[in-house]
């Protein structure tokens, strides 16, 4: 069973920094498209940054040049430094995965997401 497990939220002051991580795990074949999304109280889910598996990136307008997404393929595991963080940046942050599972066809994995809370 293929898994995505984030860690690395927390609190940060405005201007600071956090970098989340997700790991893969499982019985898997291949990974494609990774990437972070994130949901603040009361809004709706949205896209943060997607990165390929050719590393081609992706960035939502808010977070260009702050935001940074990277991945490590010996580790099956995503990366998202935040840096000149701020508040309107609090939300919980999940990591999505397209992979495919060894035996299966592809789908689209989520993990349990991280909170992370910038105060002013």
């Known amino acids: 069973q293929v898994q995505l497990v984030e860690s690395g939220g927390g609190l940060a002051q405005a201007g600071g920094s956090l970098r989340l991580s997700c790991e893969a795990s499982?019985?898997?074949?291949?990974?494609?498209?990774m990437g972070w999304y994130r949901q603040a109280p009361g809004k709706q889910r949205e896209l943060v940054a997607t990165?390929?598996?050719?590393?081609?990136?992706n960035y939502a307008d808010s977070v260009k040049g702050r935001f940074t997404i990277s991945r490590d393929n010996t580790k099956n595991t995503v990366y998202l430094q935040m840096n000149s963080l701020k508040p309107e940046d609090t939300a919980v942050y999940y990591c999505?995965?397209?992979?495919?599972?060894?035996?299966?066809?592809?789908?689209?994995?989520w993990g349990k997401g991280t909170l992370v809370t910038v105060s002013s």
């Open positions: 999505n995965a397209e992979i495919t599972p060894r035996g299966y066809s592809r789908m689209d994995y």
């Open positions: 990165i390929t598996s050719i590393d081609s990136t």
């Open positions: 499982g019985s898997i074949f291949r990974i494609n498209t």
